[in-house]
């Protein structure tokens, strides 16, 4: 059974920057399609963004530019390097695996996931 298991979320000022870590349990990360997806308050669970199994990178608009995905295989560990932070972007983050395919999908939605993280709450105030 694999788990993922997230870190890094804090409380920070508007402008600043986090640096979020999945771990998983096994050897996974770079053999699926690995995603951050967060949700805010009220909100339903959005992808932020998506890394193939070969590098292939993809971001929701509003974090094009501010946030970085990547990961380390050595240390079975998925990053999110979030910058320039803003109010809109407090929400718990979670990352998750996909089921089967190590390309990640055009239109992604929770589904597509099946392995999830516990989460990590960032908030970030003005």
């Known amino acids: 059974q694999v788990h993922l298991q997230e870190s890094g979320g804090a409380s920070v000022q508007q402008g600043g920057s986090l640096r979020l870590s999945c771990v998983a349990s096994?050897?996974?990360?770079?053999?699926?399609?690995m995603a951050w997806f967060r949700q805010a308050p009220g909100k339903e669970r959005e992808v932020v963004s998506m890394?193939?199994?070969?590098?292939?990178?993809t971001y929701e608009d509003s974090v094009k530019g501010r946030f970085t995905i990547s990961r380390d295989n050595a240390k079975n560990t998925l990053y999110l390097q979030m910058d320039i932070l803003s109010p809109e972007d407090t929400a718990i983050y979670y990352c998750?695996?996909?089921?089967?395919?190590?390309?990640?999908?055009?239109?992604?939605?929770?589904?597509?996931?099946?392995?999830w993280g516990q989460g990590t709450l960032v908030t970030v105030s003005s």
């Open positions: 890394i193939s199994s070969d590098g292939r990178t």
């Open positions: 096994v050897d996974t990360i770079n053999s699926r399609c």
């Open positions: 998750a695996r996909r089921s089967v395919w190590p390309t990640c999908p055009g239109e992604p939605s929770t589904s597509h996931f099946n392995i």
